[in-house]
């Protein structure tokens, strides 16, 4: 990663990204992580990531809000290569927040940026070498950067296809049906007031709650059809949506051995969001001449199908030397410690029981896939 590689040099200055209309600009200093932006309306972001700590501080009001937002516009006008650090740094010497609400500010600002960088395979770059001209509030160390926003892009993955980007707006929908129906009004009690136009990042700093755990819990009704999503706003609508895969990885193959059809069809569309293409066999007979002929990176496997001894395909599997690698995640309707241990035993590298939802199987298959 080019971002690594600046980092392990110790280098000064500023790293440029460019993506389509979109511009990072990650600022180093002897190799710590200082800062990045991405440029879209930093006002904007300002102003919703210091209302999340209203709670807990008087000292942010509307008054002291506007006044950001005019020193930021007066370090634009100055040409300020890096505006908003100097507008972060003028919030630190008035201790509107305490020290470590200033550090938890600028961790926020950064995680938001680099949450949309990371969803890139690839970007034009080029480095600027200087040291900053301005006092370092706060240095960051990349490694645990990367792995906390890893994570957090995990989980945002992990509720498509339904939500695609954080700055999507979810509003209430009237349904039809006289079931739905009783839930809207369930709905409406509890995110009527809510739900009026905000993207997830604003629903966030309002509810003081993270965006993310927002998401999950409405994730559920969004299935259902009960709430719907605008898309983002501009300028937001520029910035990369979560079906961008981080990396330029070919699309990944899995073999799912079920003779239900629908399971398969249901078990493709929750893995959609992943670049991953799910091979069908619904045939005993074809699952081990399908495996040999696909070579895939996994193998989902119904141990109870007709005809078939999934835990001899298993042992079949693993004795052939150009398979033996291969994740096998036994699936099945039984649970218990016993089975489980057959089918360890047998070679499997996981096990699935039946039923199991949309995020007990993604989380099963990007463990060994993403």
């Given amino acids: 990663m080019v971002l690594k590689k600046y980092c392990q040099d110790k280098a000064s200055g500023c790293l440029k990204f460019s993506w389509q209309s979109v511009k990072w600009s990650i600022y180093l200093f002897h190799g710590s992580f200082i800062y990045i932006t991405h440029g879209i309306r930093p006002d904007e972001k300002f102003e919703r990531n210091l209302l999340s700590f209203r709670k807990q501080n008087p000292n942010i009001t509307n008054a002291s809000i506007a006044k950001l937002k005019v020193v930021y516009h007066q370090n634009v006008m100055q040409e300020n290569s890096n505006a908003e650090y100097k507008t972060l740094y003028w919030l630190y010497t008035q ?63 992990l509720l498509a296809p339904e939500i695609k980007s954080s700055y999507q707006s979810p509003y209430l929908f009237r349904p039809l049906s006289e ?32 965006e993310l755990v927002i998401a999950k819990r409405i994730q559920p009704f969004i299935s259902k059809g009960l709430i719907k999503l605008n898309e983002p706003n501009f300028p937001f609508n520029s910035l990369p949506n979560l079906y961008q895969s981080t990396s330029p990885e070919k699309t990944k193959q899995i073999v799912c051995v079920d003779d239900s059809l629908p399971v398969i069809q249901m078990i493709d569309f929750y893995l959609k969001p992943f670049n991953i293409k799910v091979n069908a066999v619904t045939e005993s007979p074809k699952a081990m001449t399908e495996i040999i002929r696909l070579k895939p990176d996994l193998v989902l496997l119904d141990i109870n199908m007709p005809d078939l001894d999934g835990y001899c395909l298993c042992v079949f599997i693993r004795q052939n030397s150009e398979l033996s690698q291969i994740p096998i995640i036994m699936v099945t309707g039984k649970n218990g410690i016993i089975n489980r241990a057959k089918a360890k035993i047998h070679g499997a590298t996981d096990y699935l029981t039946k039923p199991f939802s949309k995020e007990q199987l993604q989380n099963k298959i990007t463990k060994y896939l993403v």
């Fill in 179 to 210: 079931e739905s129906q009783s839930l809207d009004i369930d709905l409406h009690k509890q995110y009527g007031n809510i739900l009026t136009g905000y993207n997830f990042r604003q629903l966030g700093a309002k509810l003081f709650c993270d």
């Fill in 95 to 157: 201790k509107i927040l305490s020290t470590n609400q200033t550090f938890n500010l600028i961790f926020l600002l950064i995680r938001e940026s680099l949450e949309s960088l990371l969803l890139l395979a690839k970007a034009d770059f080029n480095f600027i070498t200087y040291d900053l001209d301005i006092p370092i509030i706060v240095r960051f160390d990349l490694e645990q950067l990367l792995v906390n926003t890893g994570d957090r892009i995990k989980y945002w993955k």
